[in-house]
Each structure stands twice: as structure tokens, then as C-alpha cells.
T-cell receptor, first 115, second 113 residues
Framework: AQSVAQPEDQVNVAEGNPLTVKCTYS??????LFWYVQYPNRGLQFLLK??????LVKGSNGFEAEFNKSQTSFHLKKPSALVSDSALYFC?????????????FGAGTRLAVHP | NAGVTQTPKFRVLKTGQSMTLLCAQD?????MYWYRQDPGMGLRLIHY???????AKGEVPDGYNVSRLKKQNFLLGLESAAPSQTSVYFC????????????FGSGTRLTVV
């Protein structure tokens, strides 16, 4: 069965420093990988995805993620964190069990950016 | 452009009561999903639908029923609410499958006492 793991419950980073939010996956076949962000009292918003092609995927607000097939990872990164980046981040992977496309989400990582 | 709209936004139920959560999308999406979000557990799929008149079970379907009588609406029902169903419920929709990602509603916070 497809699965995705986010090993850190929380990541703390100072504003202006680079940030990394980790995600590892387990899938059969080619993975479709996604990052979503959730701000307080809001629904999830799409950040970026990897389907095929370049291993470095760029998304909105300066975020990017690197697909690493050998390490089965899809870590989210940003060169310079902002306080406004503080939110809950979810990694997700496509699941084809049952014959239909759907997303399986990780448990989430809370990012706290301190001034 | 409303996207995905969930009603109600908040609800408190007594154990054993029933209720229906409504999800409506105006993007002509084929697929719709219901997830529940619990602390430390992320989002878990309850039920989903790949088109009008179809439904399928997800990871945690017990205690819930769904219906998709119209393409734009996906209803989640709790026949006899239990405290374990206290959660935040999110509806999402997608064009077809996962290639274009999902659009999420803003959630329904349900408390069962």
C-alpha cells in the first residue's frame, strides 16, 4: 500500500534562514507527489507537485521541493523563511488502490518561523 | 468564483444524533472526497466519488454514509454520532484523479458530546 511519512512534528527556523520540511514515501510504480499548506482555520492549499521530469520542482511563494528516487524522499525547501510561512504542511502521494486515483496524506509538519 | 463550499462551518451534536454535511463545488470537477483531520494523524480519507451517482469507501468509512446525486454536491452523513467522530471534516474535489491536485473547502468543525 502507498504511504507517506513526515518524520518531524514541528520545525523551528529563524526568519531569513533556509527551511526544510521532510517527506519520505513508499509507492509501487511512479510516484505522484504533492505538498499542501494549511493556515489556521483554513482548508489546504496546493503548493507544488512532482509528476515527472526535473527533480527540482518550484512552487508558489518561493517554495521548492526535490524529488530523490534513490532515497524515496520529497523534501520541501525554501532559501529564506518568512514569519508568514508559519503554517501546517502536508506531503501527499497518489494512491491507486481500489482502481481509482486519490491522495494519501502524511500526518503534517508544523513550521514555526521566529522573527 | 466560490470553488468548494462546505456547510455548516461549525456544529455541536449530542451522542446518537444524526446530521448531514454538505459539500458543493462549482468547477465541474468529476471527483469529490471527504477527509477527516485529527491532531497527529493528518488527513484520512472517509469516502470518495468518481462521478455523479458513484461512491466508494476510503480508509475510515465506518459510521459514515455518502451520496452524490448531483455532480456538484457530495453529502456526508452521520446516522448516529459518536464522540470518536469529533473532528474537522474537509471536502475536496479534483478534475479527474490527482494529476491537477485537489481543491479543498474550508472545513467543518464537528464536536460530538
Amino acid at each position: 500500500a502507498q504511504s507517506v511519512a513526515q518524520p518531524e512534528d514541528q520545525v523551528n527556523v529563524a526568519e531569513g534562514n533556509p527551511l526544510t520540511v521532510k517527506c519520505t514515501y513508499s509507492v509501487s510504480g511512479n510516484p505522484y507527489l504533492f505538498w499542501y499548506v494549511q493556515y489556521p482555520n483554513r482548508g489546504l492549499q496546493f503548493l507544488l507537485k512532482y509528476i515527472t521530469g526535473d527533480n527540482l520542482v518550484k512552487g508558489s511563494n518561493g517554495f521548492e521541493a526535490e524529488f530523490n528516487k534513490s532515497q524515496t524522499s520529497f523534501h520541501l525547501k525554501k532559501p529564506s523563511a518568512l514569519v508568514s510561512d508559519s503554517a501546517l504542511y502536508f506531503c501527499a502521494v497518489r494512491d491507486l488502490s481500489g482502481g481509482y486515483n486519490k491522495l494519501i496524506f502524511g500526518a503534517g509538519t508544523r513550521l514555526a518561523v521566529h522573527p | 468564483n466560490a470553488g468548494v463550499t462546505q456547510t455548516p462551518k461549525f456544529r455541536v451534536l449530542k451522542t446518537g444524533q444524526s446530521m448531514t454535511l454538505l459539500c458543493a463545488q462549482d468547477m465541474n470537477h468529476e471527483y469529490m472526497y471527504w477527509y477527516r483531520q485529527d491532531p497527529g494523524m493528518g488527513l484520512r480519507l472517509i469516502h470518495y466519488s468518481v462521478g455523479e451517482g458513484t461512491t466508494a469507501k476510503g480508509e475510515v468509512p465506518d459510521g459514515y454514509n455518502v451520496s452524490r446525486l448531483k455532480k456538484q454536491n457530495f453529502l456526508l452523513g452521520l446516522e448516529s454520532a459518536a464522540p470518536s467522530q469529533t473532528s474537522v471534516y474537509f471536502c475536496a474535489s479534483s478534475y479527474v484523479g490527482t494529476y491537477y491536485g485537489y481543491t479543498f473547502g474550508s472545513g467543518t468543525r464537528l464536536t460530538v458530546v
